[in-house]
T-cell receptor, first 113, second 111 residues
Framework: DTEVTQTPKHLVMGMTNKKSLKCEQHMGHRAMYWYKQKAKKPPELMFVYSYEKLSINESVPSRFSPECPNSSLLNLHLHALQPEDSALYLC????????????FGQGTRLTVV | GQNIDQPTEMTATEGAIVQINCTYQTSGFNGLFWYQQHAGEAPTFLSYNVLDGLEEKGRFSSFLSRSKGYSYLLLKELQMKDSASYLCAVGTTDSWGKLQFGAGTQVVVTP
């Protein structure tokens, strides 16, 4: 199994809603990442979890709250988002932080209305 | 931080060769990655270079010169399915696990 699975694939939420994005991998990878990608732009790193601990937070607003319940799961909790937060949210994993190949999930297309 | 530059768009015909250049400035260089991304899909890994030289993988090859802060991705025998965005990304030891992506090069393959 060399997949990173993200759910849901698409999400539309209002600015007062609370929702969560989920990411799962069963490759035994110990580093997991959240990226945000706007249309026609490259992915931008948001968070890195290394051995289930948050190791990098790229000054992301607190309306985005990551969680790593165990080594296979990564969540991104969303609350009080703004329309400009609409983007493709990508999860990725690597065997260890900084190791060679990052496996990306298919992403969650988020629209904030 | 890192400055990563690559051309915005390149067009080539089916069966041809295209070379996508990437230049970067970084401290604590920890490898250069190339990813392919089709519209609306996730990036998929193509290649990784950490030492100088050429890495060949089928129709795709990637080259790195650390002293020049320069890499290229060479796509040979282009196929229509190669139409995609190609992202150059740099890893650094300053921030383990962080990949800094370039803006991407949109390759358009024409019949």
């Amino acid at each position: 199994d060399t997949e990173v699975t993200q759910t849901p694939k698409h999400l539309v939420m209002g600015m007062t809603n609370k929702k969560s994005l989920k990411c799962e991998q069963h490759m035994g990878h110990r580093a997991m990442y959240w990226y945000k990608q706007k249309a026609k732009k490259p992915p931008e790193l948001m968070f890195v979890y290394s051995y289930e601990k948050l190791s990098i937070n790229e000054s992301v607003p607190s309306r985005f709250s990551p969680e790593c319940p165990n080594s296979s799961l990564l969540n991104l909790h969303l609350h009080a988002l703004q329309p400009e937060d609409s983007a493709l949210y990508l999860c990725a994993s690597t065997p260890s932080p900084g190791s060679t190949e990052a496996f990306f999930g298919q992403g969650t297309r988020l629209t904030v209305v | 931080g890192q400055n990563i530059d690559q051309p915005t768009e390149m067009t080539a015909t089916e069966g041809a060769i295209v070379q996508i250049n990437c230049t970067y400035q970084t401290s604590g260089f920890n490898g250069l990655f190339w990813y392919q991304q089709h519209a609306g899909e996730a990036p998929t890994f193509l290649s990784y270079n950490v030492l100088d030289g050429l890495e060949e993988k089928g129709r795709f090859s990637s080259f790195l010169s650390r002293s020049k802060g320069y890499s290229y991705l060479l796509l040979k025998e282009l196929q229509m399915k190669d139409s995609a965005s190609y992202l150059c990304a740099v890893g650094t030891t300053d921030s383990w696990g962080k990949l800094q992506f370039g803006a991407g090069t949109q390759v358009v393959v024409t019949p």
